[in-house]
T-cell receptor, first 122, second 113 residues
């Protein structure tokens, strides 16, 4: 099946610094990628939809200036957590839609998830 | 927005036992998806259901899309230790072109050898 990678797998940073997380679709092109956040023993919460060549669409309550998303190519989306604080510590997971027909996603296209990035802000 | 209720929240079973978990929604769904998440990993799709009444198997896993389109269950037969993980049901919002997923709260499965 399709493979999605994330880098880094875990990162520890100091409060106030910015952290960039990369999400790559390794063997397919993804017009649309998604970024999720997961707290311990909790479900995945969608943060934003990343669209190649256009601005990301953020879910209600997610600060777009805090979580910068760039989808510069069909295989790469990045999430930058700016001025990170301890409450930003979480497990960040991306996903990408693999269209079996190429082009725009269809109703049965599958969303593949990356392995996640564990962010710890000290 | 739509709400997904997943139960049970956790299960502790012996190896070899069968497992059943389910999800209900407050609104009609067009798609039910079942994912498994291993510790420290991203979710992996197990089964996708697209039609009311659909019953689909994937090895020892079986899932059904409820007739009312507001519920789904996932069964695991003859559980093994590697079945340990969190199982999530999810709906895909097919409005527009985003296909966003809404996840249930998950069922944590522990299998004792």
């Amino acid at each position: 099946g399709a493979v999605v990678s994330q880098h880094p797998s875990r990162v520890i940073c100091k409060s106030g610094t910015s952290v960039k997380i990369e999400c790559r679709s390794l063997d397919f092109q993804a017009t649309t990628m998604f970024w999720y956040r997961q707290f311990p023993k909790k479900s995945l919460m969608l943060m934003a939809t990343s669209n190649e060549g256009s601005k990301a669409t953020y879910e209600q309550g997610v600060e777009k200036d805090k979580f910068l998303i760039n989808h510069a190519s069909l295989t790469l989306s990045t999430l930058t957590v700016t001025s990170a604080h301890p409450e930003d510590s979480s497990f960040y997971i991306c996903s990408a839609i693999w269209s079996t027909r190429g082009g725009a996603a269809g109703s049965t296209d599958t969303q593949y998830f990356g392995p996640g990035t564990r962010l710890t802000v000290l | 927005g739509q709400q997904l209720n997943q139960s049970p929240q956790s299960m502790f079973i012996q190896e070899g036992e069968d497992v059943s978990m389910n999800c209900t929604s407050s609104s009609i769904f067009n798609t039910w998806l079942w994912y498994k998440q291993d510790p420290g990993e991203g979710p992996v799709l197990l089964i996708a259901l697209y039609k009311a009444g659909e019953l689909t198997s994937n090895g020892r896993l079986t899932a059904q899309f409820g007739i009312t389109r507001k519920d789904s269950f996932l069964n695991i037969s003859a559980s093994i230790p590697s079945d340990v993980g969190i199982y999530f049901c999810a709906d895909r919002n097919s409005g527009g072109s985003n296909y966003k997923l809404t996840f249930g709260k998950g069922t944590l499965l522990t299998v004792n050898p």
